[in-house]
């Protein structure tokens, strides 16, 4: 949570013991010599090469937006901000451009905080939500008090000191403009002439080494693997960094890296934190074509719906409780299942210590009702020994 804690981590407590750090910016990357020259005139040698420079906001193609509009996408940047934000009285307003997840999130942050935000989507709420998410996004925001400009005419194309300009002509007043629409990578892959797909990004094979050297591993938000780049996110790029790890341990020991099966493998790979190998490089199957573990990921599928079906579908008993619960408003008729109305948790606990309701629970129909069979995904603990207290 926000202003809970600090927000840097000295690198003693990060790095391992036999970890040399060197505090500089690189300005080239030379492979035939394997060193990278530094800002200040030195240089490092290396073996191996991890590429993992990261990503910050990308330059706004828009006028006036390098001036006066304020990125965060670095600690550095937020920083300014908050300095920005301080030296303007709670009632000025804040127009916020981007409705990713980062402009959301500061939206909501600053009118929560109290202050006048406009969320200038230019398009859509929330593009990588579904349309119930976006729907929920929206109620939130409104609960809040901002202002959300959705739609193909909220494209900003000028930024002024005092106002943002959209598309559809309309200027908004704007004391702070935040820019959080879209980030960008380092061009030092193509200022050291490595291969970079569109966004400068290194192009790798699926095991993240460099289609240029084998010496240069990326990670991270500039890794393009099989040109074919996962999303810039802390989500995709740790598993990245573990992968590259990998790749590299493996050269050292002279084995030959894994690769990962599929672009698609890549993806779930970084969402669910596991690592995807694979003995042979991906292939693409032919159009209208189903690979074998897409054939079988597909039956197993099926047969886990089909099972779901039938669990759902299974008999239970209804029965009529001896004691109404506190959350509803009368006791349900038989066969029904009772409607719920507003109640506390402490209402609850006190109901389920009373003698009568323990009395209840032990009924065979209550056994009857909530002892049946576990879900099949989820076949729960061995069965209960006679006798044995009932769960809470």
């Known amino acids: ?101 980062t402009g959301i999130e500061t939206a909501a942050e600053l009118a929560e905080a109290g202050r006048a935000v406009t969320l200038v989507c230019g398009g859509v709420l929330g593009p990588y939500l579904h349309a119930r998410g976006r729907r929920s996004v929206a109620r939130r925001m409104a609960r809040l008090g901002v202002t959300v400009l959705d739609g193909p005419g909220t ?6 000191r005092e106002a943002v300009r959209l598309a559809d002509g309309r200027e908004l007043p704007s004391t702070v403009t935040i820019w959080t629409a879209g980030f960008g990578v380092p061009d030092l892959a193509a200022r050291s002439r490595l291969s970079t797909d569109a966004l400068g990004r290194l192009l790798t094979d699926e095991t993240l080494t460099s289609v240029d050297d084998e010496r240069v591993v990326a990670a991270g938000d500039s890794a393009a693997p099989s040109g074919l780049p996962l999303r810039m996110s802390c989500q995709a790029a740790i ?85 109404p619960h506190p959350r509803q408003h009368a006791a349900p008729a038989a066969g029904t299942g009772g409607a719920y109305g507003r109640g506390s948790c402490s209402e609850h606990r006190e109901y389920r210590e009373r003698p009568e309701y323990r009395e209840y629970r032990e009924r065979p129909e209550y056994r009857e009702h909530y002892e049946y069979p576990k879900h099949p995904k989820h076949p729960g603990s061995p069965p209960r020994a006679a006798g044995s207290p009932p769960r809470s």
Request: charged share 20%; glycine share 12%; hydrophobic share 35%.
């Open 1 to 101: 949570m926000g202003g809970t804690g600090e927000a840097v981590v000295g690198f003693p407590e990060v790095l391992g013991g036999r970890v040399r750090l060197t505090v500089g910016s690189v300005e080239r990357i030379d492979t035939a010599g394997r060193r990278v020259t530094l800002a200040d005139g030195g240089t490092l040698g290396y073996d191996y090469l991890v590429y993992a420079v990261g990503s910050g906001s990308a330059d706004p193609d828009v006028p006036g937006a390098d001036e006066f509009a304020r990125p965060i996408a670095s600690l550095e940047e937020a920083e300014r901000l908050r300095s920005a934000l301080d030296a303007v009285p709670a009632t000025a307003p804040v127009a916020v451009v981007g409705a990713g997840p």
């Open 155 to 160: 494209r900003v194309t000028e930024v002024t």
């Open 239 to 323: 598993p990245l960094g573990a992968r590259a790890a990998d790749t590299v341990l493996a050269r050292i020991a002279g084995n030959g890296p894994s690769p990962s099966t599929s672009p698609s493998r890549a993806s779930a790979s970084a969402s669910g934190g596991r690592r995807a190998s694979s003995s042979s490089p991906a292939a693409t199957p032919p159009s209208g074509s189903t690979s074998t573990g897409a054939s079988a990921r597909s039956s197993r599928r099926r047969s886990a719906r089909a099972s779901s079906d039938t669990w759902r579908a299974r008999p239970v008993p209804r029965f009529v409780p001896s004691a």
